[in-house]
T-cell receptor, first 112, second 114 residues
Framework: GQNIDQPTEMTATEGAIVQINCTYQ??????LFWYQQHAGEAPTFLSY????GLEEKGRFSSFLSRSKGYSYLLLKELQMKDSASYLC?????????????FGAGTRLFVKA | DVKVTQSSRYLVKRTGEKVFLECVQD?????MFWYRQDPGLGLRLIYF???????EKGDIPEGYSVSREKKERFSLILESASTNQTSMYLC?????????????FGPGTRLTVT
């Protein structure tokens, strides 16, 4: 089967660093995405990894290890506005290559 | 600014009614998707379309159908709404490129079936 696991909830303090982990088991691999979703809003794209290693984009970084089926999203200098759900999503190597499997999301609470 | 719009933010329907959810994108994207989002389950793919008049079943197509008559518009149809279809419905689109790019999501329609 195909499965994506990520923690349900995390809490962190404003100004701190938080790491949100994601493990996946899919039939093939064609890229991993992280999306941010504020309550009541649409998910928005944060990052994309297809090769092993770290991708940095401002305060957000995403890491991928294909051999371990593992990724993490690192948020630095946390701000209150970072309180949101973070969705890990994997695109398996399937016919057409369009399908994406989403994890249930990690709800991050940033406290003052 | 890229845009995906959905016809309604909130919708209340009765059991057995036929329900139409409309999605329009202005980015000339080939691919369009319909998901439902439920607490603890994440986004689950209902149907997707990679071209006009083309459609593919996702992971949970039962009870749903779709229509794509024009490139910019993708409609989700609940033939006979049931209470277990109460959910948040999200439409998304993406360009047909390689490597595959991110999906752009609409604001969602929260459907309640009573």
């Amino acid at each position: 089967g195909q499965n994506i696991d990520q923690p349900t909830e995390m809490t962190a303090t404003e100004g701190a660093i938080v790491q949100i982990n994601c493990t996946y088991q899919t039939s093939g691999f064609n890229g991993l995405f992280w999306y941010q979703q504020h309550a009541g809003e649409a998910p928005t794209f944060l990052s994309y990894n297809v090769l092993d290693g770290l991708e940095e984009k401002g305060r957000f970084s995403s890491f991928l290890s294909r051999s371990k089926g593992y990724s993490y999203l690192l948020l630095k200098e946390l701000q209150m506005k970072d309180s949101a759900s973070y969705l890990c999503a994997v695109r398996p190597r399937a016919a057409g290559g369009f399908k994406t499997i989403f994890g249930a999301g990690t709800r991050l609470f940033v406290k003052a | 600014d890229v845009k995906v719009t959905q016809s309604s933010r909130y919708l209340v329907k009765r059991t057995g009614e036929k329900v139409f959810l409309e999605c329009v994108q202005d980015m000339d994207h080939e691919n369009m998707f319909w998901y439902r989002q439920d607490p603890g389950l994440g986004l689950r793919l209902i149907y997707f379309s990679y071209d006009v008049k083309m459609k593919e079943k996702g992971d949970i197509p039962e009870g749903y159908s779709v229509s794509r008559e024009k490139k910019e518009r993708f409609s989700l149809i609940l033939e006979s709404a049931s209470t277990n279809q109460t959910s948040m419905y999200l439409c998304a689109s993406s360009p047909r490129i390689y490597p595959p790019g991110e999906q752009y999501f609409g604001p969602g329609t929260r459907l309640t079936v009573t």
